[in-house]
């Protein structure tokens, strides 16, 4: 159950919240189950928070830059690639990855096991570019390269 301190007033205790489990808002991307944590919105728009269940044989989105967030994976469990520019990175459940502004990556599970990742994104801006994908396939419309590169490039990230 999410539970929030009140704040108000001078001198109040920022509110503190708490996102059960199957809580948080859910967007579907074809293969990849996203639940959003946090979105930014009780942060300040300093962070925010996501956890993703990516099916056996999921393609990521292109390898891209951001421009303007850094973005953090913790494997929770199966095996997640990460290329780094040229550079492929196996990482298993306990592994982070933190990838900075201008940092080519993208990422995929190539494994026959889904896999779970939690992502942060600091600040939260790029939360909005997942609900924009997940709009695009509630027009009906597929879910095409083009489409995520322009998704992409609204949130000050671009193809390496």
Do not use: C, W
């Not at 809580?23 to 979105?39: C, H, P, S």
């Not at 930014?40 to 990521?60: D, F, K, W």
């Not at 994976?73 to 990855?97: K, P, Q």
């Amino acid at each position: 159950m999410t539970e929030e301190a009140k704040s108000s007033g001078p001198g109040a205790v920022p509110a503190v919240r708490v996102v059960g489990p199957g809580e948080g808002e859910k967007i579907v991307l074809g293969t990849t189950q996203m639940r959003v944590l946090e979105d930014g919105s009780h942060t300040g728009h300093r962070l925010a928070i996501a956890e993703s269940v990516l099916a056996p044989h999921t393609q990521g989105p292109p390898q891209h830059r951001h421009g303007r967030h850094d973005e953090g994976f913790y494997v929770l469990s199966g095996t997640v690639r990460f290329t780094v520019g040229d550079e492929d990175h196996d990482a298993v459940a306990g592994t982070l990855v933190v990838v900075p502004p201008g940092a080519p990556h993208t990422f995929a599970n190539l494994t026959d096991q889904p896999a779970v990742i939690l992502s942060t994104f600091t600040p939260d801006l790029y939360v909005q570019y997942f609900r924009d994908l997940q709009e695009v396939l509630a027009q009906g419309r597929p879910l095409t390269p083009e489409a995520n590169i322009a998704a992409m490039g609204r949130y000050a990230t671009g193809l390496s």
